[in-house]
């Protein structure tokens, strides 16, 4: 027994699936494409001997598909038929430039179609005279673009939907970091509202010097992230009374190795994990480290300012708080060895334009 020539369907529904198969399956083998299907990896799967095009089918273009096809030299004289509906627009002119060798109206009529398919396995072809060709191709442009244009704006109002979810689970994984943070802090009287104290000291000197916004915002996250290294600190150990041993601070230093492990895996807070990781480190030991991009440098020479200022006026179970002016004269004398210079005169303007924070001054007052 002959094997039945073999056609492969591009249809728009399952209901036009259903009619094709029942209509045709007696005399050929039919095979259906999915939707998500690779095209060519489809027509070369099947090795049909017709292809079958809905011209309206979801998500793309029958005229697309009839394109992709013919571009293949493989299937130049493959018989590809349009299916679709007979409007005056002239969608079956249409589909005879696109590539098509023949164009059927919907509805189908079970005899007058299986007759048509007969006739293009047996050399039928429908043809366009060149007035006719120039005239259509015209508008086979006009459908492209409009098809074109209205999958870009799907596209975008997609975009628009996955952007708002992924700032929204930025967002969330923001605030869990922060309440990390604040945790940490919480279970230590020496640390709690440094982060916020930090991040304060670290926007005013940010704006003073005129930094981008996007520089601020990234100076912002990494002031409010910089010490959450610190939660594989037993506090404990280093919270008691009297100078630390060179042990217990090699512990301490482990901090921002340990926050950038904890950020670095973070899509969104790259920079951030940068500026926690080098944010102790002396201003001049920045030849040492060419990897820290300038802008970051700039960054982490401001926290690295700030936070030392909130630990200098701060009361530490190593050490009683400075005052704010003390404090200035230890960045001042510092500067240019362990702090930028540039930035330490902007960041004592800053500080006096700061208003204190409400019961600041009594927690800087040496006892």
Not at 11 to 35: D, K, N, P
Not at 75 to 94: N, P, T, W
Not at 208 to 221: A, M, S, W
Not at 353 to 361: F, I, T
Request: hydrophobic share 40%; glycine share 6%.
């Amino acid at each position: 027994m002959a094997e039945k020539p073999r056609i492969l369907t591009f249809l728009a529904s399952g209901e036009a699936r259903l009619l094709v198969g029942m209509l045709l399956s007696a005399h050929y083998t039919v095979s259906h494409a999915g939707a998500n299907s690779s095209l060519l990896e489809t027509v070369r799967a099947h090795a049909p001997e017709m292809i079958l095009v809905d011209m309206e089918l979801p998500g793309t273009s029958g005229l697309e598909v009839v394109c992709r096809i013919r571009r293949d030299p493989l299937y130049r004289d493959l018989i590809i038929v349009g299916l679709g509906a007979l409007e005056a627009g002239g969608m079956d002119k249409v589909a005879l430039v696109a590539g098509c060798t023949g164009f059927l109206a919907y509805p189908l009529q079970p005899e007058p179609f299986l007759n048509r398919i007969r006739g293009f396995f047996q050399g039928e072809r429908q043809e366009l005279e060149l007035k006719e060709h120039l005239q259509y191709y015209r508008l086979f442009s006009e459908i492209l673009i409009e098809k074109l244009e209205t999958r870009l704006d799907a596209l975008e109002r997609k975009t628009q939907v996955l952007e708002k979810e992924r700032e929204r689970q930025d967002n969330l994984t923001l605030q869990i970091l922060s309440s990390l943070v604040n945790l940490i802090e919480a279970k230590d009287p020496y640390l709690r509202g440094h982060s916020a104290r930090v991040t304060r000291y670290a926007l005013a000197l940010g704006r003073r010097i005129g930094l981008h916004q996007e520089d601020q915002d990234t100076l912002r996250r990494a002031a409010l992230l910089h010490d959450i290294g610190k939660i594989s600190i037993d506090l404990r150990e280093i919270n008691k009374p009297g100078p630390l041993s060179e042990e217990e601070w090699a512990i301490i230093r482990q901090h921002p190795d340990t926050g950038h492990k904890i950020l670095s895996p973070i899509h969104f807070l790259q920079d951030e994990a940068l500026v926690t990781l080098y944010h102790h480190t002396r201003h001049e030991a920045y030849g040492g480290h060419p990897e820290i991009p300038p802008r970051l440098r700039t960054l982490t020479r401001i926290l690295t300012i700030v936070d030392s200022y909130d630990a200098m006026t701060t009361r530490r179970p190593y050490n009683n708080p400075l005052s704010q002016a003390e404090a200035v004269a230890e960045l001042r004398r510092c500067a240019g060895t362990q702090f930028d210079p540039k930035l330490v005169e902007p960041f004592v303007e800053a500080l006096e334009e700061l208003e204190p924070l409400e019961g600041r001054e009594e927690e800087g007052r040496r006892e």
